[in-house]
């Protein structure tokens, strides 16, 4: 039983953070390159994508 709610926890997380990064993926890239005009705001991208994939799931979802 704990097992199983550890892993329903875990994929919900996931799925919700993943949900979370293509909703944002655009407004998120459009502020990039308006900060950084060079081309390293795609590998600042895909460590935003990263790092809000990693809170996301690190923080869980609440089941009550």
């Given at each position: ?10 994929v ?9 990064v ?23 991208l ?19």
């Open positions: 039983m704990f097992f199983t709610l550890l892993v329903v926890t875990f919900l997380s996931l799925l919700v953070s993943v949900i979370l293509r909703a944002f993926n655009q407004p998120i890239e459009r502020i990039l390159q308006r900060i950084i005009a060079d081309a390293i705001h795609d590998a600042w895909k460590y935003l994508k990263f790092a809000i994939c990693v809170v996301g799931v690190s923080s869980g979802v609440r089941i009550h």
